[in-house]
């Protein structure tokens, strides 16, 4: 507690001192220019090329500057470049393509991401850690993400607690110390229409001072029956050379989501005799109102002060401010007649949902001369405080009756309820984390590098709970927990282009679930083991991986079969139960890079097992086997400027148990299932001149119907058909 209190003070202090420090830049600026070509950014070092930008280093796993292959972790770099070849506009777009990451909706507001066979629950921006919340979260448009990085397994080091699934550091631009520019216009399948815009340069002092501004505006309909969105993005960053060796940077970015329309849950896969419904994927029994709107905003500030010895300091602040208001009306429940179309039960809901994070990271690195050998240290301190309040709202009057009478002739249109928000606090939840680490690379011979380290995490959780009038009432599932992480890691250089690797992290995390008796479960624990083999061929521009895991969990949660179908919580949650022993073991292959200076891959596949202590499956709903390929080649020749590519989104047999009936009057519990499918996508990008490309993206190219995810209230939620954009970019 004296650790976290004493960073709160400091933390507290930073915005001020980071925007005081950003204004005296604009009268006093120094001598520390960006360079042409290269800029660094949290997380990687990146190369300006004709093609994009090229990783060359990560920090992400441990902070230590580090190659790809260097890392003793499984890391994917999604660049700018690849997110424009195949229009990937939304965080969930780039982890579709991602390796061994399974993307997952539940309806068309609530997505989640897997890895390894686990929830993904550690995000970072610039490497400040921050949180997703599916449904309530807006990190989803890409516009002003320079690159997403995704670390596999554990990363307990520099994240404290989290599953052993991934973690994604979503990258911003920043300025450029050249004036550059771009704006694009997209066109697409249901009525899409996207616009953006990216200027960046210097602005005062011969380069000294730099900003960058980026926006956007998308609206669509849907594949879904009268859904559509609007989405609105804008970010703007400014960055100062204050002197020779302190740089500054603030910014402030702010995204806003305005569904309507909103699906609630899934498509129902059996009528109420027990025949299969086989639904067209335009299904939608909710009402044209319902929506569930979401708007976030990040203020952010880092400093970098260059050190004696080439020693580097960086402390870095962001503060998000995010509200979701839902108002939702669906027909989740049951099972429809098949004769009838009726029998669908109607949920509404009225909720609005405030989070207020204050995340930090700060922390020095710089190499360490040991034994007649140069190594390297990097030690610092990380975390975050958050509040999610949820308001006190009401329905007070319901003008439509709460059963659908026949959903083959539903509509839409259906008059909104009466509700109130009283704008006081129904219950907050505070969740504060606060780590202490440090890791240390030895170099004990030129072929061995060995990385130690370690972390001390505070975690601690409450629920304060308050009457309609905002008066507090009492306290509930307060928890805090301090737990090590040690973290190791060895490499070893077998040949000049092909090393082998081994490491080793501790697991933690405390979880929300609970069990039938209402009692919070105790954190998950366990061990995580990686190793295999890494190379870089072509000179370095082709990165390869093999990689074996193996994890054991305790207090790991799973839906509690033995109690009765239908069985919720007081918070109207479901029942869990710990499960001890369970062991995940999988493998992993990647290859990324080019082949040639006109041909670019990535290419990757994954598998991945959990079994309880009884040796039966658990996590049935990720795929054990995942295949991820995608690529582009530059044409020469009489077809010089067109740019072609494409890509293969394979993933086996998911399943879980769910209720279904097999009569107008029975039912039973058995498992349902997606059975294995294998989406293409194509682009194709000419280059009209120095400065306009126009591009055609084709998704889902045989319109496979599948299901993103079955068993969720006993239905499945269809994916997306075919899709076609074309956009034109140009850039100055």
């Given at each position: 507690?004296?650790?976290?209190?004493?960073?709160?003070?400091?933390?507290?202090?930073?915005?001020?001192?980071?925007?005081?420090?950003?204004?005296?830049?604009?009268?006093?600026?120094?001598?520390?220019?960006?360079?042409?070509?290269?800029?660094?950014?949290?997380?990687v070092?990146?190369?300006?090329?004709k093609?994009?930008?090229?990783?060359?280093?990560?920090?992400?796993?441990?902070?230590?500057?580090?190659?790809?292959?260097?890392?003793?972790?499984?890391?994917?770099?999604?660049?700018?470049?690849?997110?424009?070849?195949?229009?990937?506009?939304?965080?969930?777009?780039?982890l579709?393509?991602?390796?061994?990451?399974?993307?997952?909706?539940?309806?068309?507001?609530?997505?989640?991401?897997?890895?390894r066979?686990?929830?993904?629950?550690?995000?970072?921006?610039?490497?400040?850690?921050?949180?997703?919340s599916?449904?309530n979260?807006?990190?989803?448009?890409?516009?002003?993400?320079?690159?997403?990085?995704?670390?596999?397994?554990?990363?307990?080091l520099?994240?404290?607690?989290?599953?052993?699934?991934?973690?994604?550091?979503?990258?911003?631009?920043?300025p450029?110390?050249?004036?550059?520019?771009?704006?694009?216009?997209?066109?697409?399948?249901?009525?899409?229409?996207?616009?953006?815009?990216?200027?960046?340069?210097?602005?005062?002092?011969?380069?000294?001072v730099?900003?960058?501004?980026?926006?956007?505006?998308?609206?669509?309909?849907?594949?879904?029956?009268?859904?559509?969105?609007?989405?609105a993005?804008?970010?703007?960053v400014?960055?100062?050379?204050?002197?020779?060796?302190?740089?500054?940077?603030?910014?402030y970015?702010?995204?806003?989501?305005?569904?309507?329309?909103?699906?609630?849950?899934?498509?129902?896969?059996?009528?109420?005799?027990?025949?299969?419904?086989?639904?067209?994927?335009?299904?939608?029994?909710?009402?044209?109102?319902?929506?569930?709107?979401?708007?976030?905003?990040?203020?952010?500030?880092?400093?970098?002060?260059?050190?004696?010895?080439?020693?580097?300091l960086?402390?870095?602040?962001?503060?998000?401010?995010?509200?979701?208001?839902?108002l939702?009306?669906?027909?989740?429940?049951?099972?429809?007649?098949?004769?009838?179309?009726?029998?669908?039960?109607?949920a509404?809901?009225?909720?609005?949902?405030?989070?207020?994070e204050?995340?930090?990271?700060?922390?020095?690195?710089?190499?360490?001369?040991?034994?007649?050998?140069?190594h390297?240290?990097?030690?610092?301190?990380?975390?975050?405080?958050?509040?999610?309040?949820?308001?006190?709202?009401a329905?007070?009057?319901?003008?439509?009756?709460?059963?659908?009478?026949?959903?083959?002739?539903?509509?839409?249109?259906?008059?909104e309820?009466?509700?109130?928000?009283?704008?006081?606090?129904?219950?907050?939840?505070?969740?504060?984390?606060?780590?202490?680490?440090?890791?240390?690379?030895?170099?004990?011979?030129?072929k061995?590098?060995?990385?130690?380290?370690?972390?001390?995490?505070?975690?601690?959780?409450?629920?304060?709970?308050?009457?309609?009038?905002?008066?507090?009432?009492?306290?509930?599932?307060?928890?805090?927990?301090?737990?090590?992480?040690p973290?190791?890691?060895?490499?070893?250089?077998?040949?000049?282009?092909?090393?082998?690797?081994?490491?080793?992290?501790?697991?933690?995390k405390?979880?929300?679930?609970?069990?039938?008796n209402?009692?919070?479960l105790?954190?998950?624990?366990?061990s995580?083991?990686?190793?295999?083999?890494?190379?870089?061929?072509?000179?370095?521009?082709?990165?390869?991986?093999?990689?074996?895991?193996?994890?054991?969990?305790d207090?790991?949660?799973?839906?509690?079969?033995?109690v009765?179908?239908?069985?919720?919580?007081?918070?109207?949650?479901?029942a869990?139960?710990?499960?001890?022993?369970?062991?995940?073991?999988?493998?992993?292959?990647e290859?990324?890079?080019?082949?040639?200076?006109h041909?670019?891959?990535?290419a990757?596949?994954?598998?991945?097992?959990?079994?309880?202590?009884?040796?039966?499956?658990?996590?049935?709903?990720?795929?054990?086997?995942?295949?991820?390929?995608?690529?582009?080649?530059?044409?020469?020749?009489?077809?010089?400027g067109?740019?072609?590519?494409?890509?293969?989104?394979?993933?086996?047999?998911?399943?879980?148990?769910?209720?279904?009936?097999?009569?107008?009057?029975?039912?039973?519990?058995?498992?349902?299932?997606?059975?294995?499918?294998?989406?293409?996508?194509?682009?194709?990008?000419?280059?009209?001149?120095?400065?306009?490309?126009?591009?055609?993206?084709v998704?889902n190219?045989?319109?496979e119907?599948?299901?993103?995810?079955?068993?969720?209230?006993?239905?499945?939620?269809f994916?997306?058909?075919?899709?076609?954009?074309?956009?034109?970019?140009?850039?100055?």
């Open positions: 507690m004296r650790i976290r209190n004493t960073i709160r003070r400091e933390i507290r202090q930073l915005l001020p001192t980071i925007v005081a420090v950003t204004a005296s830049a604009l009268i006093v600026p120094g001598a520390m220019a960006a360079d042409a070509d290269e800029a660094t950014v949290e997380g070092v990146v190369t300006a090329t093609d994009g930008y090229k990783a060359k280093s990560t920090t992400s796993s441990t902070k230590l500057p580090l190659s790809l292959r260097e890392t003793p972790q499984s890391v994917t770099v999604i660049t700018r470049q690849r997110m424009d070849d195949f229009n990937l506009t939304s965080v969930a777009n780039v579709e393509q991602t390796t061994g990451v399974t993307v997952q909706e539940n309806d068309s507001n609530r997505v989640n991401f897997t890895s066979g686990f929830a993904i629950t550690n995000f970072q921006m610039d490497g400040v850690p921050t949180t997703y599916s449904g979260s807006t990190m989803s448009d890409t516009l002003i993400y320079d690159r997403v990085e995704v670390i596999r397994g554990a990363t307990g520099v994240t404290g607690s989290g599953d052993p699934s991934a973690t994604v550091n979503l990258i911003r631009k920043q450029t110390p050249t004036f550059t520019g771009s704006f694009a216009v997209t066109a697409g399948s249901w009525s899409l229409g996207r616009v953006e815009a990216d200027v960046s340069g210097p602005i005062l002092a011969a380069g000294k730099r900003a960058r501004l980026v926006a956007g505006f998308q609206d669509k309909a849907s594949h879904i029956d009268f859904y559509e969105e609007k989405k993005v804008i970010y703007g400014l960055e100062a050379d204050v002197t020779d060796s302190t740089l500054v940077r603030i910014g970015d702010y995204q806003q989501v305005t569904p309507r329309g909103t699906t609630w849950g899934t498509a129902p896969l059996y009528y109420r005799d027990g025949t299969p419904t086989s639904l067209p994927r335009s299904y939608n029994v909710a009402a044209r109102w319902s929506t569930w709107d979401r708007d976030t905003g990040n203020l952010f500030g880092v400093i970098e002060q260059k050190l004696p010895g080439d020693w580097t960086r402390a870095a602040v962001n503060r998000r401010d995010s509200t979701s208001t839902a939702l009306y669906y027909g989740y429940g049951g099972y429809p007649d098949r004769i009838t179309g009726g029998g669908l039960a109607v509404d809901y009225y909720n609005v949902y405030e989070e207020r204050t995340g930090f990271d700060v922390y020095a690195s710089g190499p360490l001369e040991l034994f007649g050998r140069k390297e240290l990097v030690f610092g301190v990380n975390g975050y405080d958050r509040d999610g309040t949820t308001i006190n709202t329905i007070t009057s319901r003008p439509y009756p709460m059963v659908i009478p026949d959903f083959r002739n539903w509509d839409g249109r259906i008059a309820p009466v509700r109130v928000n009283y704008g006081t606090p129904q219950q907050v939840l505070h969740t504060t984390e606060t780590g202490i680490y440090g890791a240390l690379r030895l170099n004990p011979t030129d061995l590098k060995i990385i130690a380290g370690a972390r001390r995490s505070e975690w601690e959780t409450k629920t304060d709970r308050y009457d309609l009038k905002g008066v507090y009432t009492s306290t509930s599932n307060a928890y805090s927990e301090d737990r090590l992480t973290y190791l890691g060895v490499i070893y250089d077998i040949t000049s282009q092909i090393s082998a690797y081994a490491s080793y992290s501790d697991l933690f405390p979880q929300s679930n609970k069990d039938k209402n009692e919070q105790r954190p998950v624990v366990g995580n083991y990686e190793g295999g083999l890494k190379g870089e061929f072509l000179d370095g521009k082709l990165y390869a991986a093999l990689v074996g895991f193996y994890v054991q969990q207090n790991l949660a799973e839906l509690d079969p033995t009765p179908d239908g069985f919720l919580l007081p918070d109207g949650g479901s869990y139960r710990p499960v001890s022993g369970a062991v995940t073991r999988g493998a992993e292959f290859v990324t890079g080019e082949l040639n200076a041909w670019r891959v990535s990757g596949y994954t598998y991945a097992y959990t079994e309880n202590a009884a040796g039966l499956r658990i996590n049935t709903l990720n795929p054990r086997n995942i295949v991820r390929i995608y690529s582009t080649y530059d044409l020469q020749g009489a077809l010089q067109l740019t072609i590519g494409g890509g293969l989104n394979w993933q086996s047999e998911i399943y879980t148990a769910a209720t279904i009936p097999i009569s107008n009057t029975a039912t039973i519990r058995s498992n349902v299932s997606q059975d294995s499918y294998v989406l293409a996508n194509l682009m194709a990008r000419y280059k009209i001149n120095d400065h306009v490309n126009l591009a055609l993206n998704d190219l045989f319109d119907k599948y299901y993103r995810r079955v068993g969720f209230y006993n239905g499945g939620y994916g997306e058909p075919r899709r076609v954009t074309v956009s034109v970019r140009a850039a100055f």
